[in-house]
Structure formats: structure tokens, C-alpha cells
């Protein structure tokens, strides 16, 4: 069966069509006017690089290679200057410290587990139970990071209202502005943890869930299309206990092509037909 007919058949059961539009959101989810010097969104990242990493034997990991440099992640708006981005010292902080450290514990788990024997195991204590639980912490922090640093680039690029994603989102949520509201509120949910937008192969429909720590929280088998990291790492330094201009940074910065680029290839997968 062709991946266009997969794909046509999901979008067809979704309930919405595939007939192009011409106007853009912003990272923020204004329309953009037209002139006002924002050109198309430019081009997603190759398609191989996004939320997946390289197949890799146990215990060696690498860190994936951040899409920018740490200083192109700042934003400056008279309107609202308390929107600043994100700075490259948090920026590098986050990348060279903390996704690198889950990268590197989890190499860690991966070895010492391959030298133990099941047979240790136990619910009380034991080794083998210390690792196995903090083997999907660290992965789960590995891919996320793989996904945040993905879903942003410099200066936001646009979500097309005549792209998919935009679709769907508004098939699943009533509107963009609602759907931008609700992820809001789950940003603001976590004591420590991750806002996913995230595509679910059991009701075939979008959905904003919000993960405490890492890899609490999540549904089996949802795809995550935006991952907001909102572990104080990610902005305390920049906003202090102002999370929501972080969030609101975060939004102006989205990566929206790339969003809707892995939808498309989910959507056409045929995993959620
Ligand atoms: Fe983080």
C-alpha cells in the first residue's frame, strides 16, 4: 500500500481535507499580515534528524549535535521585552550539561545492566531494580532533549494554516488559540517536567500531556510533535519563576515546519490509520 494512500486515509478519517491555504501562524499564533516582511517558513530540518537519533548498541549513546549555535536562541521585542529567548548560557548549560548527562547515565545503565543477572532482581532492593529504574528516566531525558532542541530554531519559523498539523490541531482542539491555551496551562502543570503535544495511535487525535520528570506521565505509544522542557534548568536563570514568558519564548521560537513535517510522516505510517 503507497504512503500517499496511507497517509490520505488517515487525513480522510481525521476528518479534515488537504486543500491548501495561504496564511501562516507565528510561533506565537498571530496570523501573519501580508507584507509584513516575514517571508515562508523556512525549510524543516533534513527529515532523518528529527526526534530520532542513529541506532546505536547498548551502552554507546552520543549526544546529538545541537541545530544552532547557543547564542541564536534570544529574542528581543520592544513590545514585551521580558520575552527574551532563551540565552546561550542557559542554552549551552542545558545541552552540554544536562542532555549530556542523560546521555551518559544512560550508557552507564545500559553496561552495568548487560554484566548483572535477572536473577538479582527484586521490588525491594536490589542493583538490578535501582537500574532498571533510572534506565527510562535517562532515556526518556535523552529523546526529549533530541526533541526540544529540534522543535526550536532561530527566530520561530511559521505554522502554515494550509499544512496538516494546522489541520488537525484544529479538528482536535476547536481552534489554534485553543489548542496554544491548553498547551499553556499543561506548561504550567509540572513541578518539574515536560508539556508534550503528542499524536495518539489508540483515539488517533492530539493531545497535550504533561510529564513529570521525564518519563512520567506519558501514554504508551503517543508520538511526541513538541516537547517543552519546564525543569527550572531549562529557565530559571533566564526568567526566574516567571515560567510563563519562558513558555511564551518557547512558543515564539517553535520550530512549526519541523512539527508538522515528523505529523506527516507519522500520519502517513499508517500506525494511525
Ligand atoms: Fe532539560
Not at 92 to 97: F, G, M, P, Q, V
Request: proline fraction near 6%; include cysteine; hydrophobic fraction near 40%.
Amino acid at each position: 500500500m503507497s504512503e500517499t494512500f496511507e497517509r490520505r486515509r488517515f487525513l480522510r478519517q481525521a476528518g479534515y481535507g488537504l486543500a491548501a491555504g495561504s496564511l501562516a501562524l507565528t510561533g506565537c499564533g498571530k496570523p501573519l499580515e501580508p507584507g509584513a516582511g516575514q517571508s515562508e517558513a523556512p525549510a524543516a530540518p533534513a527529515a532523518a534528524a528529527w526526534w530520532t537519533r542513529p541506532s546505536a548498541p547498548a551502552g554507546q549513546h552520543v549526544l546529538s549535535a545541537l541545530p544552532y549555535t547557543p547564542e541564536q536562541l534570544t529574542l528581543q521585542d520592544a513590545q514585551n521585552p521580558a520575552l527574551k529567548g532563551i540565552s546561550a548560557q542557559v542554552v549551552t548549560w542545558h545541552h552540554d550539561k544536562h542532555h549530556a548527562g542523560y546521555v551518559k547515565a544512560l550508557n552507564e545503565i545500559e553496561s552495568e545492566l548487560a554484566k548483572l543477572q535477572t536473577i538479582q532482581a527484586s521490588a525491594n532492593y536490589s542493583q538490578y531494580t535501582e537500574l532498571k529504574r533510572r534506565e527510562t528516566f535517562n532515556a526518556s531525558g535523552m529523546y526529549l532533549h533530541d526533541i526540544y532542541w529540534q522543535n526550536l530554531t532561530p527566530g520561530g519559523a511559521a505554522l502554515s494554516q494550509g499544512g496538516d498539523l494546522y489541520k488537525k490541531i484544529v479538528v482536535d482542539f476547536g481552534s489554534f488559540d485553543a489548542w496554544r491555551a491548553d498547551f499553556i496551562g499543561t506548561g504550567l502543570t509540572p513541578n518539574t517536567g515536560w508539556a508534550i503535544l503528542a499524536l495518539s495511535p489508540y483515539d488517533k487525535k492530539l493531545h497535550n500531556y504533561a510529564c513529570s520528570f521525564h518519563e512520567l506521565g506519558g501514554v504508551w505509544g503517543a508520538v511526541p510533535l513538541v516537547a517543552m522542557d519546564v525543569w527550572e534548568h531549562a529557565y530559571y536563570y533566564d526568567y526566574g519563576p516567571d515560567r510563563p514568558s519562558y513558555i511564551e519564548s518557547f512558543l515564539r521560537l517553535l520550530n512549526w515546519p519541523a512539527a508538522d513535517a515528523a505529523f506527516g510522516r507519522w500520519a502517513a505510517s499508517g500506525v494511525f490509520a
